[in-house]
């Protein structure tokens, strides 16, 4: 076995195979970039280096200097993890070159299996059924256009170099082939450097069930079972579980003996997913392989009971496979979901920013367990993204994985929802609230699966924006009341629009939400004493149980409320049993102060491109106007005005490029 390894990948993959080499008592060495010298996969590693600049082709995608950073620290292996150099046939052939081991396969099977269209051809071969397609040579438009209308519509055409959904355009009518042709081959060109095409059936209700390979050097290969994937965004997945639903034991042995058939084919060493489109009916046909560990891994583990990434170094050491496929059971079901940093009601575009404020169910991380004696954890988050840290626009904005095991399906679907719940991010938008209603949705949690999931349920998953609870006005009430209170000894309501009815000191809290504006009035007593509050024209009565932190325990018309309220910027966010609701408190006072710190929000908060301008200068505009709009990281920021004023000068123009911190135009508070 290795005494020390170098992992060349970032976040929550390099921590993760850091922790399994911990385990066996490997050393690590983590490289990063200029963007990460402070992150958890460099303090997770025992040593590091760095490579260069925070783009990834200025660091992590610098095979030369990665190798170079193992020679020179001693390392005997890199484990690439996913993405960046994992599936790059030339890093693996330059790793051997340089007298390291590269964990994965051979370079020779990570070619045979880069090229979609040639993996179909050496499938065929290896009589692995296939989606009915055109995956030859031939690519002109008339000839793929011919072959469509062969196959029958609707067609799905793919980049063959392709990955992450990227080119894939689903074609229902030979008119519009040619158009969605030149689209998917200029995607692919400017994202993988090769226009080369194939066309396949465009199956309607699919389901993505994928089967985990592993293979060892001394000739043995075996399944560890199914993943289903279907749930997904843009061919890109979203929810992923082990095992299938509705998988018979006929058909997981058939599925498992071709994904076995199709790594032997090409030779395979070490973990390996064979992913397959099956029908509603079961039958099943060959996608694509994808020679590496899997994003969604961890699932596997956590009913195997086995850590593949131990797999991964002991067949990499040369060691023969730890177990054989009949030793193999499953262990009840696990679910896992992807948190990422990203905007679902924007089309799911990543959103940076740093996170503020984080905080999860209690969880083991990283950490396979489960054996005949111990039952695996409810709860397991793979972490790379910590309080503190940034999710930048260089990298995947993934910020966790989180996986939830259970006896049953019907109970690893209540972790998984419980786990959402308390999960609490501030700082950047989450995919959090979406997965919440995905798993408690009624599709998802009758296993009704199928890749169209998410868009059929586009209006239960993304539902308008709707008035916050009474509950979670009461929290953010009595978090502002505290929060004077705290901030002056003094009387806090002496400085307050405060007026009288009834004969006693009535104010009104302006919270505004997505749905519009949330008044909630407060009436004035001592701290120590229930305060009653108007919403809705109703009356109610607030006590404050205890508070530790930003956490409440209230007494509301005497029920017990719990809700956690944290600030960011000019945000509350509230986190209770409805979930997470952000308010702005339009305070008169936060009105006065705005004037002296409106500059600060007037600066480009991330490197991007200026795409519109919407205020003239010279203007005089209300608080809250539009002035401009940014875009970054495919995403589109408004930048609107901190208080009423006047702008004195724009700064730049529609089309220009700004750098973090910009100062983007000269505006003058009334
Ligand atoms: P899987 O099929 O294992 O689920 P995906 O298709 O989601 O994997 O892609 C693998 C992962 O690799 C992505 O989620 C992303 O985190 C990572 N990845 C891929 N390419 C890059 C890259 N160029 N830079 C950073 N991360 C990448
Ligand atoms: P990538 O390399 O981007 O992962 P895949 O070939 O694995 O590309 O396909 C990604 C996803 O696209 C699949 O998981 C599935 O949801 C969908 N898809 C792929 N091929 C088909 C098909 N023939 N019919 C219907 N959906 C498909
Ligand atoms: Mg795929």
């Not at 956690?564 to 966010?573: C, I, K, P, Q």
């Not at 480009?604 to 209300?622: D, S």
Request: a negative charge.
């Amino acid at each position: 076995m290795f005494s020390k390894i170098l992992i060349a990948n970032r976040g929550e993959i390099a921590c993760r195979v850091a922790a399994t080499a911990r385990r066996l008592g490997i050393a690590t060495v983590a490289v990063y970039s200029d963007a990460d010298a402070l992150a958890a996969h460099v303090q997770a590693c025992d040593q590091s280096v760095r490579l260069g600049p925070a783009p990834a082709r200025d660091s992590y995608l610098r095979g030369e200097l990665i190798i170079a950073a193992a020679l020179a620290t001693g390392a005997q292996a890199i484990h690439p993890g996913y993405g960046f150099l994992s599936e790059n046939a030339d890093f693996a052939e330059a790793c051997a070159a340089a007298g390291l081991v590269f964990i994965g396969p051979p370079a020779a099977a990570i070619r045979a299996m880069g090229s979609k269209s040639a993996a179909k051809t050496l499938m065929q071969d290896a009589a692995v059924p296939l989606v009915p397609g055109y995956h030859g040579d031939r690519q002109e438009a008339d000839f793929l256009r011919e072959q469509a209308g062969r196959i029958g519509y609707p067609v799905l055409l793919k980049a063959s170099s392709g990955g992450g959904g990227k080119g894939m355009r689903i074609v229902d009518d030979s008119a519009d082939f040619d158009a969605a042709l030149s689209s998917c081959q200029r995607e692919a060109l400017a994202s993988f450097g090769d226009d080369h095409v194939l066309v396949e059936k465009y199956l309607t209700r699919p389901r993505h069930i994928e089967i985990q390979v592993f293979a060892d050097s001394l000739g043995h290969c075996i399944y560890l079972f199914e993943r289903d994937c279907s749930v997904q965004r843009r061919h890109q997945k979203v929810l992923e579980e082990a095992p299938a639903p509705g998988m018979s034991p006929e058909r997981r042995a058939a599925m498992g003996a071709a994904a076995v058939a199709a790594a032997q084919a090409v030779g395979y060493v070490g973990a390996g997913t064979v992913e397959f489109i099956a029908n509603q009916d079961g039958s099943f046909y060959f996608m694509e392989m994808n020679t590496r560990l899997q994003v969604e891994h961890p699932v596997t583990e956590m009913i195997t009971g086995q850590d593949l990434v131990e797999w991964q170094l002991r067949v990499a050491a040369g060691e023969p496979l730890p177990v054989q496929q009949h030793q193999l059971s499953i262990n009840g079901h696990a679910i896992e979901a992807r948190i990422y940093a990203e905007n679902p009601e924007k089309g799911f575009l990543p959103s940076i920013g740093t996170v503020t404020h984080l905080r999860t169910a209690n969880a083991v991380s990283f950490q396979v367990q489960g054996t005949a004696s111990a039952q695996p954890a409810p709860i397991r988050i793979d972490a790379g993204v910590r309080e503190g840290d940034a999710i930048s626009p260089f990298y995947d904005p993934m910020i966790a994985k989180l996986i939830a095991w259970g006896p049953d399906r019907a109970s690893a679907l209540r972790n998984m929802a419980r786990a959402l719940a308390q999960y609490q991010v501030v700082g950047l938008a989450t995919n959090i609230a979406f997965l919440q209603r995905l798993v408690s949705g009624e599709a998802f949690s009758n296993a009704d699966l199928d890749t169209g999931l998410i868009e059929r349920h586009r209006d239960t998953l993304l539902p308008a924006p709707t008035a916050p609870a009474l509950e979670t006005l009461a929290a953010a009430a009595a978090n502002v009341l505290q929060c004077e209170a705290r901030a002056s000894a003094a009387d806090p309501w002496s400085a307050t629009d405060g007026w009288r009815a009834h004969g006693r000191l009535r104010r009104t809290l302006s919270f505004t939400g997505d749905a519009g504006s949330h008044p909630i009035d407060v009436a004035y007593a001592d701290a120590d004493q229930p305060q009653t509050l108007w919403h809705d024209g109703q009356s109610h009565v607030l006590q404050f149980e205890s508070t530790h932190d930003s956490d409440l325990r209230l007494r509301l018309d005497g029920r017990v409320l719990q809700a956690t309220a944290v600030h960011d910027g000019e945000l509350l966010h509230v986190f209770d049993s409805h979930g997470h609701t952000r308010l702005r408190l339009l305070d008169p006072l936060a009105h006065a102060a705005d004037g002296e710190t409106g500059d600060d929000r007037l600066t480009a908060p991330m490197p991007g491109k200026i795409v519109a301008i919407l205020a003239a200068r010279g203007q005089h505009v209300e608080r809250g106007a539009p002035l401009l709009i940014m875009e970054a990281m495919k995403m589109e920021h408004t930048i609107a005005a901190p208080a009423a004023g006047v702008i004195d000068e724009l700064l730049y123009a529609v089309g220009d490029q700004v750098s973090e911190g910009a100062r983007l135009l000269d505006f003058r508070p009334d």
